[in-house]
């Protein structure tokens, strides 16, 4: 099992950037490909960007696509969202989440992970 703490949400004005940490635990966060994604009152959660287990293999919703970046460092237990050009529809509580696997892949569904975070806020002002 994995438990997983969100960090790094916060206010920022519409143009600027944060970056979302996700901290796992456990000693074999290696195994685990991670996926971001994303929730606003009244809908349903959605796909921001995943990564696979190495980190060489990573997909993005097109709405984020040359605006996010997801990378891991299997080092420090720790997955990253870069979020730049950030626009007020990207306000949302940002959640990772991980999934087990022992191939290269990477998961974009919501059904596809197992654990979750508790989640962190991103407010964008416009």
Known sequence: ???????GGGLVQAGG???????????TFGNYAMGW???TPGKEREFVA?????????TYADSVKGRFTISRDNAKNTVYLYMNSLKAEDTAVYYCAA????????????????YWGQGTQVTVSS
């Open 50 to 58: 995943a990564i696979n287990r190495s980190g060489g293999s990573t």
């Open 99 to 114: 999934e087990w696997t022992s191939t290269g892949r990477y998961y974009s569904r919501l059904v596809d992970y197992s």
């Open 1 to 7: 099992q994995v438990q997983l703490a969100e960090s």
């Open 37 to 39: 994604f994303r929730q």
């Open 17 to 27: 950037s944060l970056r979302l940490s996700c901290a796992a635990s456990g000693r």
